[in-house]
């Protein structure tokens, strides 16, 4: 037994014709008879008796298109479901991506591609860290993400979307605040506030004062810029982070940071093991084509 034959078999039902179900399914009649012939004897029953110059079913075969239309008509959903979730035009697409880019460059990246391909597709955005998104991406939760790179991850295609400038933040009135730049070495006699050690800009802040053969004393290790923003207002250190919308809520200053590290770097990853459809493969040219932004954002 073979889908086609249960197409076959569906339609002979509704139409009690072999000329003109073997028209309709475009096939010949001989085609169609050995096609049910070949059914009715896989299953030992007679599915069909004639009428005149047509067929109709046997209660066998009533009861058996009760389940064959069914489970045709359920498959047929789930093929249209499968096209519109792949297609350009109704097509969806799971993106997860690092808090910073909530406010502007997604959703802006997001209405660029809509506005450009006139296009209805589906979006969903989850927010989360950079490993976080990439262990999505890895295990298929997501299509694409927006995050910082990590190194041994030969299935993942990491491509540089926009730099974020790495900065200095403290309390307005700091004896700091006013300086034009500053060095590692002139803050390392302060109460730092920066990343977690286990996010990938938080090893990168730290591993240059490793180069520097310098210890900053940790008071604080968050997660992101709101977090670090919010006790750096209110004096409890300074701090080393990226310059990100998400600062321009605090009353603080922002020194540019003297150093070979003078930004962060977010890429756009996907997973080249994970299929592509269309929708997903076309949003990925995009935004490599026209949503790079370069240089600085802030």
């Given at each position: 037994m073979n889908l086609n034959q249960l197409y076959y078999f569906k339609k002979l039902a509704e139409l009690q014709h072999y000329t003109k179900a073997a028209?309709?399914?475009?096939?010949?009649?001989?085609?169609l008879s050995f096609a049910i012939s070949s059914l009715e004897k896989e299953l030992d029953i007679g599915l069909f008796r004639k009428k005149g110059r047509n067929v109709v079913l046997t209660k066998y075969g009533e009861e058996f298109y009760t389940y064959v239309r069914a489970s045709?008509?359920?498959l047929d959903k789930g093929i249209q479901s499968i096209k519109?979730?792949?297609?350009?035009?109704?097509?969806?697409?799971?993106?997860?991506?690092?808090?910073?880019?909530?406010?502007?460059?997604?959703?802006?990246?997001?209405?660029?591609?809509?506005t450009s391909f006139q296009t209805q597709t589906n979006f969903?955005?989850?927010?989360?860290?950079?490993?976080?998104?990439?262990?999505?991406?890895?295990?298929?939760?997501?299509?694409?993400g927006f995050c910082s790179k990590t190194e041994n991850e030969p299935?993942?295609?990491?491509?540089?979307?926009?730099?974020?400038?790495?900065?200095?933040?403290?309390?307005?009135?700091?004896?700091?605040?006013?300086?034009?730049?500053?060095?590692?070495?002139?803050?390392?006699?302060?109460?730092?506030?920066?990343?977690r050690q286990t996010l990938p800009i938080g090893k990168m802040i730290m591993n240059l004062f490793h180069e520097q053969n310098?210890?900053?004393?940790?008071?604080?290790?968050?997660?992101?810029?709101?977090?670090?923003?919010?006790?750096?207002?209110?004096?409890f250190g300074i701090a080393i982070v990226a310059n990100t919308p998400l600062l321009r809520q605090f009353k603080i200053a922002m020194i540019p940071l003297d150093?070979?590290?003078?930004?962060?770097?977010?890429?756009?990853t996907y997973n080249t093991n994970q299929y592509q459809t269309q929708a997903v493969?076309?949003?990925?040219?995009?935004?490599?084509?026209q949503q790079k932004i370069i240089p600085h954002i802030c």
């Amino acid at each position: 037994m073979n889908l086609n034959q249960l197409y076959y078999f569906k339609k002979l039902a509704e139409l009690q014709h072999y000329t003109k179900a073997a028209q309709e399914l475009y096939i010949s009649q001989p085609s169609l008879s050995f096609a049910i012939s070949s059914l009715e004897k896989e299953l030992d029953i007679g599915l069909f008796r004639k009428k005149g110059r047509n067929v109709v079913l046997t209660k066998y075969g009533e009861e058996f298109y009760t389940y064959v239309r069914a489970s045709l008509t359920e498959l047929d959903k789930g093929i249209q479901s499968i096209k519109n979730i792949s297609n350009l035009q109704t097509g969806s697409i799971d993106i997860g991506y690092i808090p910073t880019l909530a406010g502007d460059f997604v959703p802006k990246a997001i209405r660029g591609f809509i506005t450009s391909f006139q296009t209805q597709t589906n979006f969903n955005l989850f927010h989360g860290m950079s490993l976080e998104i990439i262990d999505g991406v890895k295990e298929g939760k997501y299509h694409l993400g927006f995050c910082s790179k990590t190194e041994n991850e030969p299935d993942l295609v990491f491509l540089p979307m926009l730099y974020q400038e790495i900065v200095v933040i403290t309390q307005v009135n700091h004896e700091l605040a006013t300086k034009e730049s500053i060095t590692m070495s002139e803050i390392i006699d302060y109460p730092l506030i920066t990343y977690r050690q286990t996010l990938p800009i938080g090893k990168m802040i730290m591993n240059l004062f490793h180069e520097q053969n310098l210890k900053p004393t940790i008071s604080h290790a968050l997660d992101d810029e709101i977090s670090i923003g919010g006790l750096v207002s209110e004096d409890f250190g300074i701090a080393i982070v990226a310059n990100t919308p998400l600062l321009r809520q605090f009353k603080i200053a922002m020194i540019p940071l003297d150093t070979r590290l003078d930004s962060r770097i977010v890429y756009l990853t996907y997973n080249t093991n994970q299929y592509q459809t269309q929708a997903v493969q076309t949003f990925i040219d995009f935004m490599v084509t026209q949503q790079k932004i370069i240089p600085h954002i802030c």
